[in-house]
C-alpha cells in the first residue's frame, strides 16, 4: 500500500457516488475544479481521526479565503455507527468539511480504490469494537488525479506548506 501511494503505482481514487451527512447524493464528479483534501476514519476513533482532522481544519483557517480552492471529504469507514451522527460530528471542524457514508460494501469499494486501510478489531471484553486505519489525507487534484498523501499525525503547520504548493 504505502508503495504504491509514494511511487503512484497504479490508480488510487476514482469515481464514487455516497450519501452526505445531510442525506444528499454526492457524487465526485461535483468536486471537479476543486482540490480534494480526502480522509477516511471515523467518529467513535478516539484519537488520529480528530487530530488529524482538527490539523486539516487549522491548516485550512490559515489559509484564508484561499481555503475555498480546497474541498475537505471526511470518509467513514464505519458507516454502520457513522451515518446517524456524522453531521454534529464534523461540526466541530472546518464548515466546508463533506461527510460521505454508504453501505459497508461501497465504503469498501471506495477505500479500495484510495488504497486505504481499515480493519473492524472486535474487543472481546467490552462487546465493542475498534476499527484499525492507516489515517492517510489524499490529495487529489481538480481533475481527481492523485497529488499525494500526507501522513497520519503531520502537524497543521507542515500541512499548511504542502497545501500552498498546489494553489
Known amino acids: 500500500m504505502m508503495d504504491d501511494l509514494m511511487f ?9 457516488t455516497l450519501t452526505d451527512q445531510h442525506g444528499n447524493m454526492r457524487s465526485s464528479a461535483e468536486f471537479r475544479g476543486k482540490l480534494m483534501i480526502v480522509y477516511f476514519g471515523y467518529t467513535f476513533c478516539p484519537d488520529v481521526c480528530p487530530t488529524d482532522l482538527m490539523a486539516i481544519t487549522q491548516a485550512l483557517d490559515a489559509l484564508g479565503p484561499k481555503a475555498e480552492r480546497f474541498q475537505p471529504i471526511f470518509i467513514t469507514i464505519d458507516p454502520e455507527r457513522d451515518t446517524e451522527v456524522l453531521a454534529e460530528y464534523l461540526k466541530s471542524f472546518y464548515p466546508s468539511f463533506i461527510g460521505l457514508t454508504g453501505s459497508s460494501d461501497t465504503i469498501r469499494q471506495v477505500a479500495n480504490s484510495y488504497k486505504a ?51
Open 8 to 16: 503512484a503505482r497504479g490508480p488510487i481514487g476514482g469515481p464514487f
Open 117 to 167: 486501510y481499515y480493519r473492524k478489531v472486535d474487543d472481546k471484553r467490552s462487546g465493542e469494537y475498534a476499527i484499525d486505519h492507516a489515517g492517510v489525507i489524499y490529495l487529489m487534484g481538480r481533475n481527481s488525479e492523485y497529488l499525494g498523501f500526507v501522513p497520519p499525525q503531520t502537524g497543521p503547520d507542515r500541512l499548511i506548506e504542502i497545501l500552498r504548493k498546489y494553489l
